[in-house]
């Protein structure tokens, strides 16, 4: 590593205008990263989010999560997603994985004090699915968080594809599961127009293989007071 490398600055990546800490005056909120080794890439480290504070210039800085703090394309939005009228603060980071995920966190600034409301490692942990293969080219999606389960029907997937997983018959050749992914797209919605943000979470639901997707978990988080849950939950199923 040479000279120059070691001393990478971080530089401001996007920035966004708001109260956030609610005490009337516009704040700045702004994402610092520094760039990779190859200075033509636009893949960002140790991006970290600062609120300076618009009656004071006080700057507070708020490390994100190690294993979410690079990535490509960082974002940020500024709404209410709790309903006490105080903009939070939504960051969404491109991961540029082959899973193409996303890492997302809500964090409220009331009073200058950082309170992380939205973390996509404990919503990852807690919203996994199972995907299992049935008889007569039926997959069925179950999602234990809410106690829901998606049948697709995958008999139009063509002859090379069914003959790997069933006999002629339609039965089953072995017990087969299929996989889902952390998330990969969060977006604030306001479905209800009541000028509160909700949250749409997608997730891949996928088969044998990563590109063998059948569509997404859509799920909707709304704000309960304590933290996001589920409000709406859909299957977004591809079509032929």
């Known amino acids: 590593m040479n000279h120059v490398d070691q001393h990478r600055q971080p530089e401001i990546l996007t920035s966004s205008y708001g109260d956030v800490n609610g005490d009337g005056i516009v704040d700045v909120v702004y994402l610092t990263g520094v760039k990779s080794m190859d200075p033509t890439s636009p893949y960002m480290q140790q991006i970290t989010l600062h609120v300076q504070d618009g009656a004071t210039n006080k700057v507070h800085t708020i490390a994100l999560n190690e294993d979410g703090n690079s990535g490509y394309n960082p974002t940020l939005f500024l709404g209410d997603f709790t ?3 105080i903009q939070d603060i939504l960051i969404s980071i491109d991961s540029g994985g082959s899973g193409a995920f996303t890492y997302d966190y809500v964090y409220s600034f009331v009073h200058n004090e950082a309170k992380k409301l939205f973390d996509f490692d404990q919503f990852n942990k807690e919203n ?3 995907v299992t293969y049935m008889d007569f080219f039926k997959v069925n999606v179950h ?3 809410t106690g829901k389960s998606y049948l697709l029907d995958i ?4 002859a090379e594809y069914l003959s790997q997983i069933y006999y002629q018959n339609g039965k089953l050749k072995q017990t087969i599961t299929g996989m889902a992914d952390g998330v990969s797209g969060f977006y604030p919605v306001d479905l209800d127009r009541d000028g ?6 997608y997730q891949q639901i996928s088969g044998l293989y990563h590109a063998d997707a059948f569509g997404y978990i859509i799920n909707t988080l709304k704000w309960d007071g304590q933290k996001f849950s589920i409000w709406q939950q859909w299957f977004a199923l591809y079509g032929q």
């Open 83 to 85: 309903g006490d009228g």
């Open 128 to 130: 996994q699915y199972t």
């Open 143 to 145: 999602s234990p968080a």
């Open 155 to 158: 008999s139009d997937r063509g």
């Open 196 to 201: 509160v943000y909700e949250i749409q979470a």
